[in-house]
């Protein structure tokens, strides 16, 4: 290659492994997914010879499967705005607090995503269940005097959910609120915006990259979360993940199960687009 072709090409070049990691990391297995959702079922195969939308027509008209995604995004939704309430001011403390304590904080926040997922959800399981330490010890102080239902049920399933993905939302408000300058909320105040004021018309819009950031990490992590659904959940709460796994490893039905899948990352995804454009309208318009 001459010296005049290198240079034409070398952007193309500097590109190159980007592109295909890009491809075979992410864009490879979802055309994967999409060619297979639209095999026909197999006889003692994964999949039949030919094409079909049966698959799709098949979720689309079933009520408990569009009941089931339903209930996956109203876990994801109820688990994304645990996390804000939760790890606000959590990010606060941690990005503005000058407490000695602050790296150990840090730690701590940190200390879940040392242990696999699999541990956190046993440990839920050993806490919710109706011998668990929670139970064990409302009944022993007499609050209640029957176990309370916090396993197998919609509710456990948020509040392990809700642990396991906190520092997902977490560190991206963290980061957001270190890049706000300390002089702005002085200035306000020195003009006599009260501390509500202050919150509304500067941190938060200012914090809203790492506000959205953490929400859709949450929201898209808590849709596809496997382990826990199916621990916590047991065979009485199922979400989509746990349906799709179902499907590709019980049942062999690879199509039906890669329609499922799909038809969970369309709907989370478009929830997803939505949720930014909103946002970004909502804070240009302040």
């Known amino acids: 290659m001459t010296e005049a072709g290198f240079r034409r090409h070398a952007p193309l070049l500097l590109i190159a492994p980007a592109a295909i990691l890009l491809f075979v990391f992410i864009l490879l297995p979802y055309l994967t997914i999409v060619v297979m959702s639209f095999r ?11 094409y079909t939308l049966a698959n799709y027509i098949r979720f689309l008209s079933d009520t408990f499967y569009i009941g089931q995604t339903l209930n996956t995004l109203m876990i994801g939704f109820i688990c994304t705005i645990v996390c804000l309430v939760l790890g606000f001011p959590v990010a606060w403390q941690l990005a503005r607090g000058n407490s000695r304590f602050r790296g150990l904080a840090y730690g701590i926040v940190l200390s879940p995503l040392l242990v696999g997922i699999v541990i956190r959800s046993y440990g839920w399981t050993i806490l919710l269940g109706n011998n668990g330490v929670i139970n064990r010890t409302l009944m022993n102080l007499g609050i209640v005097d029957r176990p309370v239902g916090l396993m197998y049920n919609t509710l456990g399933i948020v509040i392990a959910l809700s642990h396991v ?10 980061n957001a609120i270190q890049g706000i300058d300390p002089s702005l909320e002085s200035a306000a105040r020195s003009l006599g915006a009260s501390k509500a004021t202050i919150f509304r018309r500067i941190i938060l819009p200012l914090a809203m990259p790492g506000i959205q950031a953490g929400c859709i990490l949450t929201f898209v992590l808590s849709l596809s979360a496997y382990v826990t659904p199916s621990l916590i959940g047991g065979s009485k709460v ?9 499907a590709l490893v019980d049942t062999f039905q690879w199509p039906f199960g890669s329609a499922l899948a799909l038809g969970l990352a369309v709907t989370g995804g478009l929830i997803v687009v939505a949720f930014s454009l909103a946002t970004r309208m909502k804070w240009k318009a302040n």
């Open 40 to 50: 026909t079922p197999g006889q003692g195969a994964p999949y039949g010879e030919g």
């Open 238 to 246: 199922k979400t989509m993940a746990v349906s799709v796994v179902d």
């Open 165 to 174: 993905f906190l520092p997902f939302m977490i560190l991206p408000i963290m």
